[in-house]
């Protein structure tokens, strides 16, 4: 996916100077700016941080959540 992203913003560099002969016209020239830089960075976010690390967090947040919780639950009952 960031290829093709890249290629896009190499295409919108290349008509920065004449933004007013773009197809669009100057408001979807940086409509279409801001989507492939905010594309770009949704890229890097999965490269620098894959699927799994989020998985892996969110075992541990679980695992560490039920664990406190079985533990307040136990001190709770021995005061029942």
């Known amino acids: 996916m960031l290829p093709e992203v890249e290629i896009l913003l190499t295409a919108l560099n290349k008509t920065k100077e004449d933004i ?3 197809v669009g016209g100057r408001g979807s020239y940086w409509d279409d700016y801001c989507l492939g830089m905010f594309l770009k ?9 894959p ?6 967090l969110c075992c541990y947040v679980i695992r560490t959540f039920l664990f406190f919780l079985s533990f307040f639950l136990s001190f709770v009952r021995s005061f029942l």
């Open 41 to 49: 960075g949704v890229c890097m976010r999965y490269v620098a941080y």
């Open 51 to 56: 699927v799994s690390f989020w998985v892996q």
């Open 20 to 22: 007013a002969g773009y």
